[in-house]
């Protein structure tokens, strides 16, 4: 008996390990230290995330092979599995490289079952742990790193002359990391507060977090930790329709950017600032033009635009070779526009009607899960407003997006249950 508690407890450390080491990667390591040890570094990891959740799950299906089970087939994730098999068939029908894409989508749905497992699997604030333990992780690498690398860790090679661009390779990236690691430990701490338990370690960790992101001059993300932390003292107070609030939000900005900005660019010009948002309302209404001409419902395959030189070459047309919009080959900067060009309107309204249908009970929710889910969506749809996002396979965004889809879908399961 006492055999049998000692192998569980080591085959649930195990299953922990991997979980943290997943999320590791998902966050941005190794980065820049492929820079030091070569872009083999970053190959092996991106397969080793992949490896690692498959691992995690098999570990915990059960004492022996005829008790695996990774896919939960219980039907309150319905809607989740019907996502990754539309976007998957859609991809496969449009992509240009079907053995990339095969691979693409495979590791999305591998992050999908690995999510839902996640929350199944432990108890919501070990969770919570897990997943902040990685980020403490993440933040000593990116110490070290910039320890030992002191140069690379700022943009253009000098160290606080420069912003502070860690294991990213462009500020705004770093930043929205630091961003979200913010506002985890945060919720962390109000957890832990919460309960009696002990948070110092934690205080220390968020100082630190914010001192580099201020490091990283980047003011979209300052911004949208700020306004997160402030709705966070409310959140206790009020039900937002986060489902509602998130889509609205998306679509909203995006219609008043561009229709209201051009007609008040004079008003930026004489403040001197650029009131083309940096380059990204001229490159949205190239993005529209390409995406209403072509592939409008279907795109052109999940993760696979800016891997498709012909697509790519339509966004660049109208621009001078020379110029930062004509030479780009990365990144839509907008949520809306990067899941447009991937998944087409077939795939939005896929990941509108996901959210939806998730976050259906909302009202439901036990206070400690609203605000988590609350927080998380808030910041992904801020960040997604000028910045790249839901377009990875299994990076930290797409992960925490889908880790809350898969917790309102379990939470809204159980509310549908009681009333019967």
């Known amino acids: 008996m006492a055999g049998t508690i000692s192998n569980a407890k080591r085959n649930s450390f195990k299953v922990e390990l991997l979980v943290v080491f997943a999320i590791l990667i998902s966050l941005g390591f190794p980065g820049n230290y492929a820079l030091a040890y070569g872009e083999q570094l970053e190959t092996v990891m991106v397969y080793a995330v992949f490896i690692a959740e498959i691992l995690a799950m098999l570990l915990s299906s059960g004492g022996s092979w005829l008790d695996i089970q990774i896919i939960n087939l219980d039907r309150k994730y319905i809607v989740m599995y019907l996502f990754a098999a539309v976007i998957f068939i859609e991809s496969m029908l449009v992509t240009q490289d079907k053995g990339l894409e095969f691979i693409t989508c495979t590791r999305l749905a591998v992050t999908l079952l690995f999510v839902i497992w996640l929350q199944e699997q432990f108890e919501f604030e070990r969770m919570v742990e897990l997943i902040c333990i990685a980020q403490v992780l993440f933040l000593i690498f990116t110490l070290l790193f910039t320890s030992q690398y002191f140069s690379y860790a700022f943009s253009g090679g000098r160290p606080f002359a420069e912003p502070f661009i860690g294991l990213y390779s462009t500020k705004n990236t770093c930043a929205a990391e630091l961003a979200f690691g913010i506002i985890l430990i945060a919720f962390l701490i109000r957890q832990r507060l919460h309960n009696g338990r002990q948070y110092f370690w934690w205080m220390v960790i968020e100082a630190v977090q914010i001192a580099l992101i201020l490091m990283c001059q980047a003011t979209g993300a300052m911004v949208c930790t700020v306004c997160v932390l402030v709705l966070f003292f409310f959140l206790k107070y009020i039900r937002l329709p986060l489902g509602w609030i998130y889509i609205s939000g998306s679509i909203l900005f995006l219609f008043l950017t561009l229709t209201l900005m051009p007609a008040f660019e004079w008003i930026f010009e004489l403040l001197g600032k650029d ?146």
């Open 275 to 420: 009131a083309t948002l940096t380059g990204r309302i001229p490159l949205w209404n190239q993005m529209i033009t390409v995406m209403t001409n072509h592939n409008t419902f279907t795109g052109f395959g999940y993760g696979m635009f800016w891997r498709d030189e012909a697509a790519v070459a339509l966004v660049r047309a109208p621009f001078e070779e020379t110029t930062f919009l004509g030479s780009i080959s990365s990144g839509a900067h907008n949520m809306l526009m990067e899941f447009w060009a991937n998944s087409g309107l077939i795939g939005i309204a896929l990941l509108f009607a996901m959210l939806l249908f998730s976050m259906r009970k909302v009202q439901a929710f036990s206070e400690e899960k609203y605000i988590f889910c609350a927080l998380i969506l808030v910041y992904l749809m801020l960040n997604g407003l000028t910045e790249r996002c839901l377009g990875g396979n299994y990076d930290y965004k797409m992960m925490g997006f889908l880790l809350v889809i898969a917790v309102g879908c379990r939470l809204s399961g159980m509310q549908d249950k009681d009333t019967c």
